[in-house]
C-alpha cells in the first residue's frame, strides 16, 4: 500500500465523498491542497476565505452534491467564519478543511478554532496521525446526517506526517423507514375530511424528492399547493399558489388563510413564509412531516416525524379506496382559487418614472425576466432587492434558486455563492447572480473568480448607492441617512478590467446590451449594473417593519401594565 500522509488521507477519503474544492491556499492547506490535486478533485480557486465556504455551500443547494472549502489556519480561517455561520443556520451540509495549531500546543499567533467553530454551533474534527482516514469520515457523515457545516483540522505539525494505515468502516446505509403508522394513519383520515386542503412544500420535501407524491396527492385531494422560497414551483401544476410568505400576492395569502387542514411537507415555518403570523388561520388544522425530531413552529398541531417522500407515498397508499374526497368537492375549492387567482392583484408592475429619474426594480425585475434565458439558475445575495426575483423571474425548479444570507442575515456573499453554483450546474444553464451594490462591494474580490469559472453568467446589480434596506427601515424613522449611502460605484468598468462584458443600465432600453450578449451565444460573464431608485420599498420589508412594530408595542404595553 503506498503510505499517505496525513493531509494526503483526509484528502484520500474526502475524495470517495466529493468531486469538488474550493478554497484559498497557505501554508496551513497547501500540503492537503498538494495531495487533492494528485487525487484528480477538481479545485476552484477563489479570492477571500469566505468564498470557499460559500461556494462549497452554493455547491450544494445547486446540486445536492457535497463540496469543500479549504482555508489556512489563523486568519484564513477567521475569515470563512460568516459564510460557515449562513451553512450552519440554513442546515446546509458543509466541510471546512484548515490548518490548525500543531498539535504540541498553539504558538503566539494561534486562536483556538475549535471553540470559535463550536459558538457557530459548527463541530470540529481534528484529525491525527493514527485516525485521520476515520476522523475525516466521522466529519463528512456527521456533516450530511446532521445537515450542517463541519471543521476538518489538519495540525500544522501533522500535515506532511506519514498517516497510519487503518482499515475504514463501512458507510452507513440511509434510515429507510419501517412500516409503523407513526401518526400518519390520523393524517390521512383528516386530509381525507378536509373541505379546502393545502399542502405547502419547503427545502426538505425538494431535498427528499417529494415533489411527485406530493403534486399526486394534492390531485388525489383536491387540494391547493404552494412553497417555500426554497421549494419554488417544487408543487407546481393544478391549485398552483405560488410562493407562502411575504413574497407572495395577497389573493394567494388570502387562499391558504382559508385552508381547513394544512399539510407542512419539509418546512420550518420560519416568521417570513408565516407572513409574521398572518398567513394560516386560526382555526385551521396543521400537520408538519419533516425529518427533524420536534415541530419547528407552536402552530402545529400533528408532528410526524419521517422522511417526507415516504410518508407521502404511504398517505397516498391509505387514501386509496372509500376514503378519498367526492369528485364535486375536490373540484370546487380549486375552481375557486383559479377565479379568485385570475381576478385578484398580481404583484405591482412598478412605474415608468420614479421621483430621482432612476429605475423602478419592479418593471426592472418584470423586463430582466423577459430578456434573461429561460434554463437559468438565480443566485441571491442577502439584502432589500432579495425578492425581485422570486415575485418577478421564472424559475423553473427549486434548485435553480439559490438564495444565500437570508438564514443568518447577511450580506456579501452572492459572488461566493456563484463560483458554487457555476461549477454545479448543468452546462446548458446560464447563471444569473442578483446583487445589491453594498454587498457586491463586500464580495468583490471574487468576481475575477466568477469570471474565470463561468460558462454562461449573468450578473445584475440593484445599484441604489445605498445599503436599501437600511434607508427603508431607519431613514425613514428620521436617522441620519450618511452612513447608509454608498458613493455610486461604475461596476460595469470595474467587470470590464477584469474581462467581462458590461453595461450600465440607465433605462429599460439599455438592456438591449445585455440582449445581443445573450443572442450571441451567452459565452463568458456579463455585468449589468442596473441604477436603480431607492423609493420603493420591497412589500416584504413593509410586512416585516410592521411585524416589528406591532411587536415593540406589545413590549411596550406589557412594560406600562407591570
Not at 107 to 118: G, L
Not at 120 to 140: M, N, P, Y
Not at 155 to 167: G, N, S, V
Not at 427 to 454: H, K, N, Q, Y
Request: net charge negative; glycine share 12%.
Amino acid at each position: 500500500m503506498t503510505s499517505l500522509t496525513v493531509s494526503g488521507r483526509v484528502a484520500q477519503v474526502l475524495s470517495s465523498y466529493l468531486s469538488d474544492v474550493f478554497g484559498v491556499m497557505g501554508n496551513g492547506n497547501v500540503h492537503f491542497l498538494d495531495a487533492a490535486e494528485k487525487l484528480g478533485l477538481r479545485f476552484s480557486s477563489v479570492r477571500h476565505e469566505g468564498a470557499a465556504v460559500g461556494a462549497a455551500d452554493a455547491y450544494y443547494r445547486t446540486s445536492g452534491r457535497l463540496a469543500a472549502g479549504t482555508t489556512t489556519y489563523g486568519p484564513g480561517y477567521t475569515n470563512a467564519l460568516t459564510a460557515l455561520a449562513e451553512a450552519v443556520q440554513a442546515q446546509i451540509p458543509v466541510v471546512l478543511v484548515t490548518g490548525d495549531a500543531p498539535s504540541s500546543g498553539p504558538r503566539p499567533w494561534d486562536v483556538d478554532q475549535t471553540a470559535i467553530a463550536a459558538a457557530l454551533g459548527a463541530a470540529t474534527f481534528t484529525v491525527t496521525r493514527e485516525a485521520a482516514g476515520s476522523i475525516t469520515q466521522q466529519a463528512v457523515e456527521y456533516a450530511l446526517t446532521k445537515r450542517t457545516g463541519v471543521v476538518i483540522a489538519i495540525p500544522y505539525d501533522l500535515a506532511a506526517l506519514e498517516a497510519a494505515d487503518e482499515e475504514l468502516p463501512e458507510r452507513a446505509a440511509p434510515a429507510v423507514m419501517d412500516d409503523v403508522d407513526g401518526g400518519l394513519g390520523q393524517v390521512a383520515r383528516l386530509l381525507a375530511g378536509a373541505r379546502r386542503p393545502l399542502i405547502l412544500a419547503g427545502r426538505g420535501a425538494h431535498l427528499a424528492g417529494a415533489g411527485a407524491e406530493l403534486r399526486e396527492l394534492a390531485d388525489r385531494l383536491g387540494s391547493l399547493t404552494a412553497g417555500t422560497a426554497l421549494a419554488l414551483n417544487l408543487l407546481e401544476g393544478e391549485g398552483y399558489l405560488g410562493v407562502a410568505g411575504g413574497f407572495g400576492t395577497d389573493t394567494a395569502a388570502g387562499l391558504m388563510g382559508e385552508a381547513d387542514v394544512v399539510l407542512v411537507a419539509g418546512a420550518s415555518l420560519s416568521p417570513f413564509t408565516m407572513r409574521f403570523g398572518h398567513l394560516l388561520g386560526p382555526d385551521s388544522t396543521i400537520i408538519q412531516i419533516d425529518s427533524v425530531l420536534q415541530p419547528t413552529h407552536p402552530r402545529v398541531d400533528i408532528f410526524v416525524s419521517a422522511d417526507v417522500k415516504s410518508a407521502a407515498g404511504r398517505i397516498l397508499r391509505m387514501l386509496d379506496g372509500p376514503a378519498s374526497p367526492n369528485a364535486s368537492r375536490k373540484e370546487a375549492w380549486r375552481a375557486e382559487a383559479r377565479k379568485r387567482l385570475s381576478e385578484g392583484p398580481a404583484h405591482h408592475a412598478g412605474s415608468a418614472g420614479t421621483p430621482d429619474g432612476r429605475l423602478d426594480p419592479r418593471s426592472l425585475a418584470t423586463a430582466l425576466d423577459a430578456v434573461l434565458p429561460e434554463r437559468r439558475t438565480v443566485v441571491q445575495d442577502g439584502g432589500h432587492f432579495v425578492g425581485w426575483a422570486p415575485m418577478y423571474w421564472h424559475i423553473p425548479r427549486p434548485q435553480d434558486l439559490v438564495m444565500v444570507g437570508t438564514a443568518y442575515q447577511t450580506i456579501g456573499l452572492g459572488l461566493a455563492s456563484a463560483v458554487g453554483a457555476a461549477r454545479a450546474m448543468e452546462e446548458d444553464r446560464t447563471l444569473v447572480l442578483a446583487s445589491g451594490d453594498g454587498g457586491f462591494l463586500m464580495g468583490l474580490s471574487d468576481l475575477e473568480s466568477l469570471i474565470g469559472v463561468a460558462r454562461s453568467a449573468i450578473v445584475v446589480i440593484y445599484n441604489d448607492a445605498a445599503y436599501g434596506a437600511e434607508i427603508h427601515q431607519y431613514g425613514s424613522q428620521g436617522l441620519s441617512e450618511k452612513p447608509m449611502l454608498i458613493p455610486e460605484v461604475d461596476f460595469s468598468g470595474i467587470a470590464s478590467a477584469l474581462g467581462a462584458e458590461s453595461a450600465i443600465i440607465r433605462s429599460l432600453a439599455d438592456l438591449a446590451a445585455l440582449q445581443e450578449w445573450i443572442d450571441a451565444g451567452a459565452r463568458g460573464t456579463f455585468v449589468a449594473d442596473c441604477r436603480i431608485t431607492a423609493s420603493v420599498r420591497a412589500p416584504w420589508l413593509t410586512e416585516w417593519m410592521d411585524a416589528t412594530r406591532a411587536a415593540k408595542a406589545v413590549v411596550a404595553v406589557v412594560a406600562v401594565a407591570g
